[in-house]
């Protein structure tokens, strides 16, 4: 449960039931966050049209490679970005329905495919 915390008071208790019914696909050893599970459905439905093959430069999600020097700015960097837009980057994925929460998701989930969420995370995290 090493990065279970992460935004576990915003998920109710049946997520954490589907994250218990999915692990059965996961790595049984590796526990899957909360919030990676419910970007997922995010993801596919808005940010993976491009984040899935490059679009226009979208670091493709689960390419530590291209993602490593988004992480290291920071989840809430990479987050406002995600709510403002970037670049070729259409606000929210072009998505106006989606809430901060979902766009925070979605980018756990993609960070999490190139293991690299605890490294954006720990970005933010101030200086002990
Ligand atoms: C229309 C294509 C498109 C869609 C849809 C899209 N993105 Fe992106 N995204 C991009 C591109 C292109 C970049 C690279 C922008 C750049 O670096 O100039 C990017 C970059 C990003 C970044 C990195 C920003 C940074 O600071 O480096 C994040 C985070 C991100 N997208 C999140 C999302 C999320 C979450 C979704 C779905 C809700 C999404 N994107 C949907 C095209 C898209």
């Given amino acids: 449960m090493k990065t279970a915390h992460v935004n576990a008071r915003r998920f109710p208790l049946w997520v954490t039931g589907c994250?218990?019914?999915?692990?059965?696909?996961?790595?049984?050893?590796d526990t899957v966050?909360?919030?990676?599970?419910?970007?997922?459905?995010i993801f596919t439905g808005t940010c993976k049209v491009c984040h899935a093959q490059g679009i226009n430069g979208a670091?493709?999600?689960?390419?530590?490679k291209m993602w490593a020097p988004?992480?290291?700015?920071?989840k809430a960097t990479l987050l406002q970005h995600a709510i403002q837009g970037f670049g070729m980057m259409p606000a929210k994925g072009g998505n106006d329905t989606?809430?901060?929460?979902?766009?925070?998701?979605?980018i756990d989930y993609m960070l999490y495919q190139g293991k690299l969420l605890d490294t954006a995370l720990a970005a933010d995290a101030p200086a002990p």
């Fill in 33 to 41: 966050p909360e919030s990676v599970l419910a970007g997922e459905a």
């Fill in 70 to 74: 988004r992480a290291a700015q920071g």
């Fill in 59 to 64: 670091p493709i999600a689960g390419n530590a």
């Fill in 98 to 106: 989606l809430q901060e929460s979902d766009l925070s998701a979605a």
């Fill in 19 to 29: 994250l218990f019914l999915l692990g059965g696909c996961q790595n049984a050893t």
